[in-house]
């Protein structure tokens, strides 16, 4: 997608504000605690407990990540569940031109749509 034709203003600022989203290490960490939690999804209990950061922080970060379109999420009770959506995993990886997240994220059980 980078290498073969210029990207087009659309492609270029989804990947852009994906990206941006990825550029800060914690939210980087949170979307792979999210892709390896048992089962493609984590609630936002288990990403909390892994920070040294207060709670608005981290909430803040999974929003980030959700306006960017990375992850997902859905109420269940008091907590809220986050999951890595698959669709973007997908565009990153065909951006950067290699299909290694999309593999981790089937490695960890989450299904990606992609071939």
């Excluded at 951006?95 to 994220?105: F, H, I, N």
């Amino acid at each position: 997608m980078l290498v073969g034709e210029p990207l087009q203003a659309a492609p270029a600022a989804e990947l852009a504000r994906m990206f941006r989203a990825l550029g800060d290490p914690v939210r980087l960490r949170i979307l792979s605690i999210v892709a390896n939690h048992a089962g493609g999804e984590a609630c936002v209990c288990d990403i909390s407990s892994t920070f040294d950061l207060t709670q608005p922080t981290i909430s803040h970060h999974l929003k980030v990540l959700r306006e960017a379109g990375l992850l997902d999420s859905e109420r269940r009770g008091t907590w809220v569940y986050y999951r890595v959506i698959p669709a973007a995993v997908h565009t990153l990886s065909a951006a950067l031109g290699t299909d290694t997240v999309t593999g981790v994220l089937a490695d960890a059980g989450v299904s990606t749509g992609a071939p």
